[in-house]
Every structure is written in C-alpha cells, then in structure tokens.
C-alpha cells in the first residue's frame, strides 16, 4: 500500500482560545474535526495520511486546560498539562507520585514535554496494521490482521479481545485508575464527569475507539480526589528498549496497609487489553492479607484467568502475573516465575 | 447526502486490491424509512380508497356445515417455532443495528447466539413442515396467480372474475414467507461463514477462509438482508396489529381461528378442514 510519508494533508486548522469556543468548533465541523493536544500521535496519523480530517482543532492556545491545582479534595489536571510538568509538579510528587512516576516513562524528554495527559489517555493504539491504515475492523472493516495465524502480535491483547486485539498503549491511564481519578468530559449537553476506568472502551463496545469520547467531546481535566494520597504506590512499566517504547505491560498499584495487611487497595494493567483493565477481583482477593509474595502470587494467578494468548504473545500471562505479584509483594520479596 | 453516497462501502486491501467491506450503514435508516411508508400508504389506502373485498360464488353448505366452531391454524408445536424464530429475529436486528446508530453495548456474542437459536429453529421448521404439516400450503398455486391477476384487472378498472376465498394462507402471505425465505436465508448462511471470524468456541477461527472479496461480498450479503429484514420484520408486525388481520395473529398465540372468521375468508374446498383436524395439535393441515 502506498503511503505517501511527512507530507500532511492540507486541513484547516483552528485555534481556539477557550473550551466553550472548542466546543462550538467541534460541533461545527462534526465528524470532519480532529482534536490536536501535544500531537505527538496525531501527526502520525496525519503525516502517514491515513486520517485526513477537514479541520484540527488545536487546543494548546487554551489557558484553562493547562495546569495543576489543588482542589479542596485532591487536585485537578487539565487535559493540556505535559507530563514533564506532571512529573516535576511538587504536590503530584509529594501525594500521587504513581502518576509521576508512571509519566516519567512515558516515552523519552522530548515527548513529555511535548505530550499532555489528556492525549496520553485518549491516544490510539499502536497496532501495526491499523496505524499503517489495512481495513481492520478498528478502521472500520471486517478483519483484525493481527489476529490471523500469520499475524504479528506479539505486543496484542490477551484479555477481553473481541474481534479487535489492539491494546491501550497509555502509561499514566492505569495509574488514574489506582488513584480513583475521574475524567471531566465537556459534550454537547454539558459536563460529564466518570470515573477513570469508565473512559475507557473495549472493542465489545465499540471496536473503532478506545475511550468513550464521541464526536465534539472534549476531555478538559482529570480529578484525583485525596483518597489515596501518600499511600504506598507501586508503578512498573515493561518494554522491549527501556530508554524510550511503549509499554508491553504496565501494572500500577495503591495500597493502605495496616500492621503488613493489605487494608485496602486499587491496581490496574495495561497493555493486556483494549483498555486498561482495573483488576477488582485481584483489589477483593488481597483485602486483609499481608503485603507478600505469597498473596501476590495468588493475585497474579487471578489476575490472569481468563487470558487467551496469541500466536506470538503467550508471554504476557507469566508477565502479568508477575507484574500483579511484584505490586503485591514488592520486588526484593516477590522474585520473578515463569 | 449520505442516500447520494453508494451503498457499500470499499476498501483498499493490503495487497492493494479494492474490495467491499459492508453495506454504508445509511440503508438501515432507508429499510427503516421504507417499511415506515410502506404502512403509512397501506394505512391510508384501506382507510380511504380500498373497495370492499368480493369473493367468487357462496361457499358449498355441505362443505361447511362439519366446520367446528374453533378452525384449528396453527399446532403448538408451530406456534412456538414461530416465536422463537421471532424472538431470535429480534434480537438479531436490535443487536445488529442498535450499535451502528449510537446504542453501544457488547452486541456480539448475543448476536450470534440469536444467530444459532434462529438457524436451529428454522431446520426444525423446515424438517417439521417437510414431514408434519402440509408442506406446500405456504407456496403460491395455480389459483393464487389467477385470483390475483383478477384482482389486479379489478383494482385497475377492468373487467374480471371475483376472486375465489383464500386457501389457508393469502397469496400475499405466500409471498412474504418466499421473500423472508430469501433474506432469512441470505442472513444466515453468511452469518454461520462469519462466525469462522470471531471467537465463539463452537468453529474454529479461520478468517482466511475466503478471499477478501469473497469476505467482503459475503458481509455485503449479510447486511443487505439484515437491513431488508428490518423493512420485512416492521411490515410483518404491522400487518399483526391491523385489526381485520387480528384473529390470524391470534390463531398464532391460540392456534384456532372462528368458524365465522374462516368463513369469511377462506375457501373451505382449498383449506379443507374437517372433524379429524378439530384439534389444534392435529396432523398435516398447516404449514
């Protein structure tokens, strides 16, 4: 297939000042508008002409979706904060250093600064065959390539895959989650609010997107309330070159502990599913439990029922385990299986 | 103007051969669209311009008089064939269409677990119609074809015969089971192919089966009848709710239709019911 590279279509392109003009912009140019944050995925798509959109709608000249602040629970981000912002912010570092340190690995310097969170979250998938613009049925047809006896998929889902196995490629998305986060989503008919796992979408829903953003949605701030500040996090990101890849997984985790029992807690994957996947019934298992290897190893069992590999991603079940045991027990006490 | 746009949608496949991909999903609202006027103009046609039906010569006294009072139409054994069958079919179109116009939820497995209730139901019905019931009282006849030539002569003026009394099934009724027949069939044998493309445990995943134009046409197929099913389907229910077409669809729920209504419409030497059929679970008098 022909793929003329670095030479974008021609669009236009719109800038507005504030979310209500960004709104009406959206709405303006319903289904032709494409929504530019740090445009680190977008130019991809638009360089490789694969997404030829009539308008970009490009949100960086929006004061009010930069920045953090303290709310009187937690903090809010808006949705244009970069991640090298988020990673040095003293108050994320301080109560919420999951998503810091979750940002810090996202890609390489250069992308942080450049890169928000709220198109870290809402970023596409990077499945091959749909980003080089094959008919899949992410894009729209009636295959997933990946999912073939030849295909190449190693990186692919192992969980909840439906007819798509792409996966959520987000870093910060499952420390949202950990951290109970909520999304404030600006529609047509107002403002709302879900909680972080609920923004996502897998393919059983709606194969062509990975987040429940729908045409003129905008998403302006995430919400991290206060409860689970200064609790012990554990953050572990694993990637084929560590100085700059996305996440083959990732698992991100929040715990209380009371005399070495687990009191309560939150973790979450990604790179498992189409979406980041909250693991409750691993959250349920552990609660009253000591912080161990041994009760990680009966989590990270859990946490992988149900898994279906592919062709070339069996490895994933072992590594998630793993993942799930080590947020559990710690790296020192819960040595890696196989 | 998405009607100006063509009817399926193409796609360049990797090795860069055009193929289709589906139907463009503005044919749900066309189908949809289109059962609607459908109604709309029958509606207002009986209402305001349709003649009173006349039938051919009086019914034979002899012929009658060993109706009983309640005909029996439908055995138990159709009548839940028949519910199922539209229950699955319902379910197939909600969980096709609803997600293509903005209802989302995990449609998949669901529509393919219709898929197979529907297919099952219908071997069964084709095996218990072959060997149970009167297998060609739901083709068109002889009779059928010259009653409605008649009826078209009439209805455009000219001079004709009336028309004898239906059989057991109007002609109309004939051919709606024939197109259902044809779209029903098209739906299905698609779908069982499509099938080999998710994961549902019961046939191996196999999406190079075919070729991707033979993919694509099959999955143009599929949903071409599914949205001609939505057009078929709204007729179907709409004709069930017309009042003079209410003890028919009774007889679906009961199984017996009255002596008086059978009279009125059915010619008892085309649809011969006897005392030996008195019951609505007796032997070969329906398909």
Not at chain 2, 135 to 164: E, K, N, V
Not at chain 2, 263 to 271: G, K, M, Y
């Amino acid at each position: 297939m022909a793929v003329i590279r670095d030479v974008m279509p021609a669009f236009e392109l719109l800038q507005p000042n504030s979310v209500d003009e960004a709104r009406h912009l959206l709405e303006q140019h319903a289904g032709d508008a494409w929504v530019l944050a740090g445009g680190l995925d977008s130019f991809d798509w638009l360089k490789d002409r694969i997404k030829k959109p009539k308008a970009v709608v490009d949100l960086s000249g929006i004061e009010e979706l930069k920045g953090v602040r303290s709310t009187g629970d937690g903090i809010e981000i808006g949705a244009m904060t970069t991640l090298t912002e988020i990673v040095q912010h003293p108050v994320v570092k301080e109560k919420y250093s999951l998503l810091s340190e979750a940002a810090s690995v996202v890609a390489s310097p250069q992308i942080r600064n450049q890169g928000t969170i709220g198109g870290n979250v809402s970023q596409d998938t990077r499945c091959w065959y749909y980003r080089a613009g094959w008919p899949c049925y992410r894009a729209g047809g009636n295959i997933c390539y990946a999912d073939t006896p030849e295909g190449r998929n190693r990186e692919h889902a192992i969980l909840h895959a439906d007819r798509c196995v792409a996966v959520n490629p987000s870093d910060t998305a499952p420390a949202l989650i950990a951290l109970a986060a909520k999304f404030v989503i600006r529609t047509r008919k107002g403002e709302r609010i879900v909680d972080a796992e609920d923004y996502f979408v897998g393919p059983e829903i709606d194969i062509t997107r990975l987040h429940i953003l729908q045409d003129g949605d905008l998403l302006t701030a995430i919400r991290i309330p206060s409860t689970w500040a200064g609790a012990k996090f554990y953050f572990e990101k694993v990637r084929d070159r560590n100085v700059w890849d996305f996440p083959l997984l990732n698992v991100a985790s929040a715990m209380f502990l009371s005399n070495g029992n687990i009191e309560k807690m939150r973790i979450a994957v990604n790179g498992a599913a189409a979406r980041p996947l909250r693991l409750k019934a691993v959250e349920n298992a552990v609660r009253g439990m000591p912080a161990n290897a041994a009760t990680g190893q009966t989590a990270g069992q859990l946490a992988v029922q149900g898994a279906v590999p592919l062709q070339f991603n069996a490895y994933k079940i072992p590594l998630m385990r793993n993942l799930v045991k080590r947020a559990i027990g710690g790296v020192e006490e819960a040595k890696w299986t196989s | 103007m998405d009607f100006l746009k063509s009817p399926i949608q193409w796609a360049t496949d990797p090795w860069g051969k055009v193929v289709p991909i589906h139907i463009a999903w503005f044919l749900i609202w066309v189908a949809a669209i289109a059962g609607l006027l459908f109604l709309i103009v029958h509606a207002t046609y009986v209402r305001y311009f349709a003649k009173p039906r006349q039938f051919a010569a009086e019914d034979d006294v002899r012929a009658t008089s060993a109706i009983p009072d309640r005909v029996p139409r439908h055995s138990l054994v159709a009548r839940v064939f028949h519910w199922i069958m539209a229950l699955a079919m319902l379910t197939l179109l909600f969980t096709a269409f609803l997600p293509k116009i903005g209802w989302q939820f995990p449609w998949v497995t669901y529509h393919w677990i219709a898929g197979i209730v529907l297919t099952a139901s219908i071997l069964f019905h084709v095996f218990h119609a072959s060997f149970w019931l009167d297998f060609w009282s739901i083709w068109p006849d002889r009779i059928d074809m010259t009653d409605a030539s008649y009826r078209m002569l009439r209805f455009l003026g000219r001079s004709a015969p009336a028309p004898r009394k239906f059989a057991k099934y109007p002609l109309e009724n004939k051919l709606y089971h024939g197109v259902i027949i044809l779209a029903g069939l098209s739906a299905i044998i698609t779908g069982v192919f499509m099938m080999f493309r998710v994961r549902t445990g019961i046939l191996p995943r196999n999406p190079y089966l075919f070729s991707d134009m033979t993919w694509g046409m099959m999955y143009v197929l599929h949903g071409l009848a599914g949205v001609g099913l939505i057009a078929l389907v709204t007729v179907h229910i709409y004709f069930a709710i017309r009042p003079e077409k209410l003890p028919i669809t009774k007889s679906m729920v009961f199984g017996w239709m009255s002596r008086d209504f059978y009279l009125e419409e059915h010619d008892p030497r085309r649809w011969i019911v006897g005392p030996e059929s008195s019951s609505p679970n007796s032997g070969r008098t329906e398909a």
